[in-house]
């Protein structure tokens, strides 16, 4: 901006405290419109019975924003010019005021009939440039060529320096504002909530209108209880949200959480929450800016998958189990007749009359402990019978394989299948779910039982055997010695449905390979190099 010390080397007193007024009347006003009114009013004020008008750059034309002055006619004139077309788009084109003292002689001029009917002698249009930029042409006409002398001449292009800037900062804050709005109005089409808070109290300070539709709170609710947010999250969700959004703001970092909400009516949102950490303005603190998205139906979705996958892997472990009921009847069987016929004995010893403590100690100690094995293999089906997860535990795969092949001692004997057990001795425990890792043992077990019925009863040998991998992961492989898998056939076993068998549902292999994957783990199989197939999985150590 010109400082008023220079100017006043060329203006007098008045002139300068009228240039002052004009623009402190311009700088005043926020609003483009007003600015734009203003200063083709100030214009007029300049020079007796004169008409103004405005021109703001748009694109590479110049549009008339403003004018003011008494009209005399109702004639049309344009409205919009070219650069460098008539004087005022030749002002714009050399950036420098172009002086017309005698409008009717000078054919530059394109407007020449509306002058005339305007009775307008003479014309000054002088550039609007601000920052080195061109905003506009400021046009000022007088019905006498005197009144518009080199005084009012001065007066109109020093004005215009400071009407160029009023300008260019209005339309900047018009753009500004536009922008505000057209994101605030994008804010609201969002169908999602859009919070902004304070980092460190949560205090909400900014939130749209479509979390009044999407939670049926009113926003003033939002704004005004200082713990909105962490009083309408659920219970159960609250701890652990609050704790995860303190751990991230503190650090700075932006994060996504998914927890439910209570709404208005009583319903349970499920949300996935966006939050961005934004960096303190100068001498405020910082805010977080969140866009809460209702994710209620996906979730239901997930938790109805879940628990269908669950049902089905209950159910097929409940099938498998019944296919070995023959075997399990038997083992429980074992210690039952060795139950009854230890306590026979005792009582024969008891008709004989003769006591011999010893002995007698020795049978009961038996049938005590026969009647712990029936037990164990009960708990054992009970807890494979048991529907949903068990907790993950640090857990010995050698245990877990013990226990299945205690299971399954029955079944593989009445199949004439020989066992050959290599457990390694102090493996590094895995972290998992004890029964899920049993049902996938038992499936590889029962599965090699199946692919070793053709042969010769003699021929049948099952091998199970835990070692560690290079990398410190468990490793199970279970090895048989029946027909094998088709070669091309090797990754169609784990797809589910596939199945070679009349009964077979050929679900068993693709919840082994679930079931093994939620462990961290990988389950593979292939072909013995001269007989029947390896199955093997891996499982990490546990942390
Ligand atoms: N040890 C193996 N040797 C040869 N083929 C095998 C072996 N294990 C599995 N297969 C093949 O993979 C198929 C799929 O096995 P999977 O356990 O998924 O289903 P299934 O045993 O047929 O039925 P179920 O769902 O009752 O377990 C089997 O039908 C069989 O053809
Ligand atoms: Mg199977």
Request: aromatic share 4%; glycine share 8%.
């Amino acid at each position: 901006m010109p400082s008023s010390a220079h100017l006043g080397s060329r203006l007098d007193g008045s002139r300068l405290d009228l240039l002052l007024r004009l623009v402190e009347s311009i700088t005043a006003s926020p609003d483009l419109d007003h600015v734009l009114d203003r200063v083709v009013q100030s214009a007029v004020s300049l020079a007796d019975d004169s008409h103004s008008s405005l021109w703001i750059l748009q694109g590479s034309r110049l549009v008339k924003r403003a004018e003011a002055g008494r009209h005399l006619s109702a004639i049309p004139r344009r409205t919009e010019l070219d650069i460098g077309e008539g004087v005022i788009g030749r002002a714009a084109l050399q950036q420098q005021t172009l002086v017309v003292p005698d409008v009717q002689a000078d054919v530059r001029h394109v407007c020449r009939e509306y002058y005339r009917a305007e009775k307008l002698v003479a014309s000054a249009a002088t550039p609007l440039v601000s920052h080195g930029r061109l905003v506009g042409v400021l046009v000022l006409a007088t019905r006498s060529a005197d009144a518009l002398g080199d005084g009012e001449i001065e007066m109109l292009t020093a004005f215009a320096g400071h009407a160029a800037i009023a300008i260019e900062s209005g339309v900047a804050r018009a753009q500004a504002q536009r922008s505000a709005e057209s994101f605030r109005d994008l804010v609201d089409t969002l169908d999602a909530i859009v919070i902004e808070a304070d980092a460190e109290t949560f205090q909400i300070t900014f939130v749209n209108h479509r979390a009044e539709a999407i939670l049926g709170y009113p926003r003033h609710a939002w704004l005004t209880d200082p713990n909105f947010l962490v009083n309408h999250m659920h219970p159960d969700d609250r701890d652990r949200a609050v704790a995860h959004r303190m751990a991230a703001t503190a650090k700075g970092r932006d994060h996504v959480m998914e927890y439910r909400m209570l709404a208005a009516d009583g319903r349970v949102l499920w949300v996935h929450d966006l939050v961005r950490v934004l960096p303190a303005e100068a001498g405020g603190r910082r805010q977080l800016r969140s866009v809460i998205v209702d994710i209620t139906a996906r979730k239901q979705a997930e938790l109805e998958l879940q628990e269908q996958r669950q049902l089905l892997t209950h159910l097929t472990r409940v099938a498998t189990l019944g296919e070995l009921s023959g075997a399990l009847a038997h083992e429980l069987n074992q210690p039952l007749t060795s139950i009854l016929s230890n306590a026979q004995a005792a009582l024969r010893l008891l008709e004989r009359g003769t006591i011999d403590l010893a002995e007698f100690r020795d049978i009961l100690r038996d049938i005590a402990d026969e009647d712990r094995r029936a037990g164990e293999v009960i708990r054992r089906l009970r807890a494979l019978l048991r529907r949903g997860e068990t907790p993950r535990q640090p857990l010995d795969v050698n245990d877990v394989a013990s226990d299945v092949l205690r299971l399954t001692h029955s079944e593989l004997i009445g199949h004439g299948v020989a066992v050959s057990v290599q457990l390694a001795p102090g493996l590094p425990k895995v972290r998992g779910d004890r029964v899920a890792l049993q049902q996938v043992l038992l499936n590889l077990v029962v599965n090699a039982c199946d692919a070793m019925r053709q042969d010769q009863p003699l021929g049948r040998e099952l091998t199970v055997a835990t070692t560690q991998d290079g990398d410190g992961a468990v490793r199970v492989a279970i090895v048989d010695r029946g027909a094998g898998i088709a070669a091309e056939g090797i990754e169609r076993v784990f797809e589910p449905f596939f199945t070679t068998k009349e009964h077979g549902l050929g679900l068993g292999l693709a919840i082994c390979r679930s079931i093994v994957a939620a462990h961290g783990g990988r389950l593979g199989a292939a072909n013995n190099a001269d007989r029947g197939a390896t199955f093997w999985f891996t499982l990490p150590p546990a942390p």
